[in-house]
């Protein structure tokens, strides 16, 4: 069975530096892959996903991710942070023959912004 | 288009009893699933419906179960409840069954069992 690893719980970047959420998973093969956030007292919200093709995808509200499958990382990235992006953010796995068990999520990486 | 939605957003029961949650999808999403989230367990895949029909399970006790009307909505009901069904329950739509549609998440039902 696949599982995903966000080994960071918490992180605090300051508003306007760099971020990058780390994630990887084991899986046999590629799988698909997804970055979700979730606000306080919110659903979950994709921000972007991988199939297959390029490695760098683009989101939304800027982020973007790499995999790269020699390392089984899927990392998010943003040049710059702004307060609102002061949420939890979720790494899930998907299984290309559409498994039983439905996406497999990280147990997420909660990210503090400071002024 | 109006998202996922889920009612009621709060509820909360007493041991023993059982709890019927629902969820409509996003006009046009035929799939929807069922996810608890919890601060020891992190989000964990409950069931998937499509047309009708359960496509998959998660590990879960049959005391969890859910059904999808003709109209996609789905239900999903928790028997003799427990301390530990104590969760947000999160449903999310997408277009066709299967791990490469994404999921779209309504804001979640949260249920405490005292």
């Known amino acids: 069975a696949q599982s995903v690893t966000q080994p960071d719980i918490h992180i605090t970047v300051s508003e306007g530096a760099s971020l990058e959420l780390r994630c990887n998973y084991s899986?046999?093969?590629?799988?698909?892959l997804f970055w979700y956030v979730q606000s306080p007292g919110q659903g979950l919200q994709l921000l972007l996903k991988?199939?297959?093709?390029?490695?760098l995808v683009q989101g939304i509200k800027g982020f973007e991710a790499e995999f790269k499958r020699s390392q089984s990382s899927f990392n998010l990235r943003k040049p710059s942070v702004h307060w609102s992006d002061a949420a939890e953010y979720f790494c899930?796995?998907?299984?290309?023959?559409?498994?039983?068990?439905?996406?497999?999520f990280g147990k997420g990486t909660h990210l503090i912004i400071q002024p | 288009k109006a998202g996922v939605t889920q009612t009621p957003r709060y509820l909360i029961k007493t041991r023993g009893q059982q709890v019927t949650l629902s969820c409509s999808p996003i006009?046009?999403?035929?799939?929807v699933s069922w996810y608890q989230q919890t601060p020891g367990q992190g989000l964990q895949f409950l069931f998937e419906?499509?047309?009708?029909?359960?496509?998959n399970k998660g590990n879960f006790p049959g005391r969890f179960s859910g059904r999808q009307f003709s109209n996609s909505r789905s239900e999903m009901n928790v028997s003799t409840l427990e301390l530990g069904d104590s969760a947000l329950y999160l449903c999310?739509?997408?277009?066709?069954?299967?791990?490469?549609?994404?999921?779209?998440f309504g804001n979640g039902t949260r249920l405490t069992v005292t």
């Open positions: 419906y499509f047309s009708e029909t359960q496509r």
């Open positions: 006009s046009g999403h035929r799939s």
């Open positions: 899986y046999g093969a590629t799988p698909y």
């Open positions: 991988y199939f297959s093709g390029d490695t």
């Open positions: 899930a796995v998907g299984v290309i023959e559409g498994g039983a068990d439905g996406l497999t």
């Open positions: 999310a739509s997408s277009l066709e069954a299967g791990d490469n549609s994404p999921l779209h």
